[in-house]
């Protein structure tokens, strides 16, 4: 049952469950932390996240729970990653070497909404948006929104943020 404050939309999160990490950055428990990650200042990991090995986030990041984060992806700064998204290393798994991994890179201020899944070797550009649930299978563009399965164009980053109210 919740209390009353969180009916009303307030969120008090339990202190047992916060993971302090380096650069002011926290996670939730319980998570995965995969050896070397390598993250900058203010970061947030949410609870039930993996985060693989040798993953590089840069500064601002925000990762929301369940999301599942490969092996040597990385994520540039103040990148949004929804709940329960998924970025894939392995175009053709189980290779079990990691000679043929593909690692998805996701550049600065780009967001990737919950439940969509990014495939091995894909590149989101600077401000771009994936849509929530969608499957990309190839690169986005900077400041391109796209969405569905497989994603495909929808419109401008600008647009987006105008239907916002983010002018």
Known sequence: MLSESESMGEHNPDPENRITLANSSVAWSPCMIGENLNHGRECSIGAMT???????????????????IADECSLGNSVFIGPNAT?????YP????????????????????????????????????LGAGSVLTRDIPAG?????????????RKQYDSKRGNS
């Open 50 to 68: 993996h985060i693989g090995r040798n993953v590089t986030m840069g500064d601002k990041c925000r990762i929301q729970g369940g999301a599942y």
């Open 94 to 129: 189980p290779s079990g070497d990691s000679k043929y991994w593909s690692p998805v890179k996701i550049q600065d201020n780009a967001v990737i909404g919950g439940g969509a899944t990014v495939i091995a070797g894909c590149i989101v550009g600077i401000d771009a948006v």
């Open 87 to 91: 970025l894939l290393n392995d175009k």
């Open 144 to 156: 391109e929104v796209w969405a569905g399965n497989p994603a495909k164009f929808m419109m401008s």
